[in-house]
């Protein structure tokens, strides 16, 4: 890292700061993460989202410390559905695993050495019986025993301790009101409390870097209905279908935004709540990026996207003052607060044509289908005007608009105010398309 770049991304981290500070984020934690050995880490950087005002969750796994406790006593334990059957004989075992394993984070929770970047934290820590469950009962003739799911989730409760400033601890137990304890999925038990909080964020830790395609790509994003889809069709299998439903259950309920992060990636946490494009895969029941009419404010986005290519002759130079005045005709893409893409529109309504015009995406957000998506944006709004079809003039483009309908013309072809104005010193290719 050189000198200076912890300055540039702090700088760069202060929206996404002020955006967080006050808000609820729950963090589903396996019990093979805490095992692993960037699990300080992950302690580290929850201790600096509380002390940034971050209202934080915790809803942690226990499976191998379970499978470790079974081992240990000699005894077999079995899976059905993606889920441990827990008969009454094992549940002391399971209630003893969790247990320690909740002693374990609380202590580490409690650091405070000097030399550690939990100096001085202070954090608190809280938990109870702030889940309620019942008995998954039996499926497919299998009697799953205490193995459970979430019932209810005590909101008020668990509001009070974050209201308070506390970090609040959940096990992957739940109780019911005829005092029995069942064991539950930590997936489970995160989704839920989300949903039931309203949560801003989800934050799902695996072992990958996020869900990967078939060649081992990193899938950035997903709105929760691609991601359905993807379970629907088996593309997505194992306990990564059981966490992504989870996701997709917590966004359709409500949350914003689910993420799915590595817990091996050291800082992945932080990377994925402080910069732009994160470190994972995105799952979002909103729109987390949208294509939509520009707006004045959107005009200093536009000229900071514009700008390289003017300079490198792609675009004809556009003024902020003309930029004021047609900001109407303009379209964007926004992801997250930022413009990334943007066209704009002029009719020729007494020729029944429309130009295409300052057409322009971000290179970092190119080859995602973004441009389709902004053209089929101007294509919509031109037949909304009764425009019957679409030009472009380009220098250094030609093939991506001939791929999608554009079809070889000649200036002459312009009408006639557009003709008037043709700039013969740029020489560029005229290219219609009809709608």
């Not at 729950?26 to 050995?37: K, Q, S």
């Not at 079974?70 to 889920?83: C, H, I, K, Q």
């Not at 079809?407 to 290719?429: E, F, I, M, W």
Request: charged share 25%; net charge negative; aromatic share 6%.
């Amino acid at each position: 890292m050189k000198s200076n770049d912890w300055l540039h991304g702090f700088r760069h981290s202060s929206p996404y700061i002020n955006a967080h500070r006050g808000r609820t984020v729950v963090l589903t934690i396996p019990g093979d993460a805490i095992e692993h050995g960037n699990f300080i880490n992950i302690i580290h950087d929850i201790a600096l989202l509380s002390s940034l005002g971050v209202r934080l969750v915790v809803a942690f796994g226990a499976r191998p410390q379970i499978q470790a406790r079974l081992d240990g006593a000699g005894v077999e334990s079995s899976f059905a559905r993606g889920l441990r059957i827990t008969p009454q004989e094992h549940l002391g075992m399971v209630m003893e695993a969790i247990g320690g394993l909740r002693a374990y984070l609380e202590s580490h929770l409690s650091m405070g050495l000097v030399n550690s970047p939990m100096h001085n934290a202070r954090i608190r820590v809280s938990g109870g019986n702030y889940v309620a469950a019942k008995p998954v009962g039996v499926l497919d003739g299998i009697d799953f025993g205490h193995t459970g799911k979430v019932r209810r989730v005590d909101v008020a409760g668990i509001e009070k301790l974050l209201e308070l400033g506390h970090i609040v601890l959940l096990p992957p137990m739940g109780y019911s009101p005829t005092g029995d304890a069942f064991n539950l999925s930590y997936e489970d038990v995160g989704s839920q409390v989300a949903a039931a909080l309203q949560a801003e964020k989800l934050m799902v830790f695996i072992d990958d870097p996020g869900l990967q395609e078939e060649d081992g790509s990193l899938i950035r994003e997903l709105s929760a209905r691609q991601a359905s889809e993807r379970l629907a069709s088996g593309a997505v299998t194992g306990h990564d279908a059981d966490l992504l439903r989870a996701a997709c259950d917590a966004c359709v309920k409500g949350v914003r935004r689910a993420h799915i992060i590595s817990y091996v990636d050291d800082g992945a946490l932080l990377k994925e709540l402080f910069t732009r494009d994160g470190a994972g895969t995105l799952v979002s029941g909103d729109h987390y990026e949208q294509f939509r009419q520009a707006r004045v404010e959107d005009i200093g986005g536009i000229l900071e996207l514009i700008q390289p290519l003017e300079e490198q002759g792609i675009l004809v130079r556009r003024s902020r003052e003309m930029l004021e005045t047609e900001i109407d005709r303009f379209v964007v893409a926004e992801r997250d607060g930022t413009i990334v893409g943007c066209a704009a529109l002029y009719s020729y309504p007494e020729e029944g044509a429309g130009e295409l015009s300052c057409f322009a995406v971000d290179p970092n957000y190119r080859r995602a289908g973004r441009g389709d998506e902004i053209l089929a944006m101007v294509e919509k709004l031109a037949r909304g005007q009764g425009i019957q079809k679409l030009f472009v003039l380009t220098t250094q483009t030609e093939h991506w608009f001939r791929e999608r309908g554009f079809q070889p013309s000649t200036v002459q072809a312009l009408p006639g105010p557009k003709l008037a104005s043709y700039n013969t010193q740029r020489n560029s290719k005229v290219f219609f398309k009809p709608l």
